[in-house]
């Protein structure tokens, strides 16, 4: 009887722990969880507006002009246009140097070659390209360049061509300047194989030139 009642208590003090535990299970003892609320969020999240820590902010690039604006080309209206005679004794071809005057106030940008025309008794006869490079360039207000004409000299004891005028139209214009010729009356008499007139390009010629 003894042993009876000691495994009877045996069990019993068994039974009463399971049940203790079972009943700590369902009330929910407390136990470790992972951190909730704000505490969490601001760890992962950057106020708004501000760079993440370690980071630097994306600003928009400033808007620039995207350079300095072009200058605007001479115009015809913009410059004074003259001629005058700069031939050298001893030169085996005669020159006129023609200038080209900024009277607009503003810099404008002139290059290449200007259009040159003489009048002659003949018909106009056009002038041909040198050749020589183009420069770009910016004339200043109130500043002049020149560019020079060559021609052969009449030496052939006769009247030749006659000429008694010029025109001149700047780099990529269309209106041009009449003037008085201010070189020798004529040129020598060709076989019309090619324009025995010669120009230079923007600056190719200096003042006295």
Same mark, same amino acid.
């Given at each position: ?27 929910? &003892?407390?136990?470790a *969880? ?7 969020s ?18 928009p690039?400033? *808007?620039? *002009? ?18 005058a005679?700069? *031939?050298?004794?001893?030169? &085996? ?5 023609v200038?080209l ?11 290449g070659y200007?259009g ?5 008794? &003949? ?12 420069v ?10 020149y ?35 201010p ?5 020598p008499?060709?076989?019309g ?11 190719s ?5």
């Amino acid at each position: 009887m003894r042993v009876r009642k000691l495994a009877f208590v045996t069990l019993t003090v068994a039974a009463a722990l399971s049940l203790t535990a079972c009943q700590d299970d369902e009330t929910g &003892a407390p136990t470790a *969880t992972a951190p909730t609320g704000s505490a969490a969020s601001t760890a992962s999240t950057a106020p708004s507006g501000s760079p993440a820590k370690g980071g630097a902010a994306s600003t928009p690039a400033p *808007t620039g *002009t995207g350079g300095a604006a072009k200058t605007a080309k001479c115009r015809t209206e913009d410059l004074t246009i003259t001629a005058a005679d700069r *031939t050298i004794g001893g030169d &085996a071809e005669n020159t006129v140097a023609v200038e080209l005057k900024n009277h607009s106030g503003k810099d404008c940008a002139i290059s290449g070659y200007a259009g040159v025309d003489l009048q002659t008794s &003949a018909g106009p006869l056009s002038a041909q390209r040198s050749g020589e490079p183009v420069v770009a360039s910016v004339l200043k207000a109130g500043k002049s360049t020149y560019f020079g004409i060559s021609y052969p000299a009449n030496t052939s004891g006769g009247s030749g061509i006659r000429i008694t005028g010029l025109v001149i139209t700047p780099p990529d214009e269309t209106r041009s300047v009449t003037l008085a010729w201010p070189g020798a009356g004529s040129l020598p008499v060709t076989d019309g194989s090619g324009s025995p007139v010669k120009i230079g390009p923007m600056g190719s010629a200096g003042q006295g030139e």
